[in-house]
């Protein structure tokens, strides 16, 4: 399995961002795809995951409201659109799959067996 995340940049407070995390090496369909974030000095955090099957979805209560994950199962690929964006969204974004379909513990990074490298949002005040 391989995730190739992109999308990241330099946006200012207010705008908005979309992420993409292209997967490819394996049939998704019984996956669950995680974004989570990581800021300096902090640890790895939940942002949002969707079941690639029947498109259930989870947010962290940080970026409800202004963050939406979505997936385009003909590509391969899951999004996640960031508006409203506030400079504590500054952060390495990475995509991440869980084998085992979107079940409870979807926030534990820990549970998701493959991760994506990483895209730097930084949002400026």
């Known amino acids: 399995v391989q995730l190739q995340a992109s999308g990241g940049g330099l946006v200012q407070a207010g705008g908005s961002l979309r992420l993409s995390c292209a997967a490819s090496?394996?049939?998704?369909?019984?996956?669950?795809m995680g974004w989570f974030r990581q800021a300096p000095g902090k640890e790895r955090e939940f942002v949002a995951a969707i079941s690639w099957s029947h498109g259930g979805t989870h947010y962290a209560d940080s970026v409800k409201g202004r963050f939406t994950i979505s997936r385009d199962n003909a590509k391969n690929t899951v999004y996640l659109q960031m508006n409203s964006l506030k400079p504590e969204d500054t952060a390495v974004y990475y995509c991440a799959a869980d084998p085992y379909g979107l079940r409870s513990g979807y926030y534990y990074p820990r549970q998701y067996d493959y991760w994506g490298q990483g895209t730097l949002v930084t949002v400026s005040s």
């Open positions: 090496g394996r049939t998704f369909s019984s996956y669950a």
